[in-house]
């Protein structure tokens, strides 16, 4: 299985976000949102949002080796 550690990655994002925002995996769909809904999303720690984005479409995020 190959593994990104540290890179950028298209995604589609389930919320919409903004440059700069923390990245977080909603565990129920497996969706890229920015919301921190902290009952049920986890932070993807290192990871931020490089390009803004609606619900539905695709940002770029980085990813920090964490």
């Given at each position: 299985m190959s593994v990104l550690r540290v890179g950028r990655v298209w995604v589609t994002v389930d919320s919409g976000a903004a440059v700069?925002?923390?990245?977080?995996?909603?565990p129920d769909t497996g969706r890229i949102s920015n919301t921190s809904d902290t009952d049920t999303n986890i932070e993807f720690t290192g990871a931020s949002f490089l390009t803004a984005a609606s619900?539905?479409?695709?940002?770029?995020?980085?990813?920090?080796?964490?």
């Open positions: 700069g925002d923390t990245v977080y995996v909603v619900a539905g479409d695709r940002a770029l995020i980085q990813l920090n080796g964490n």
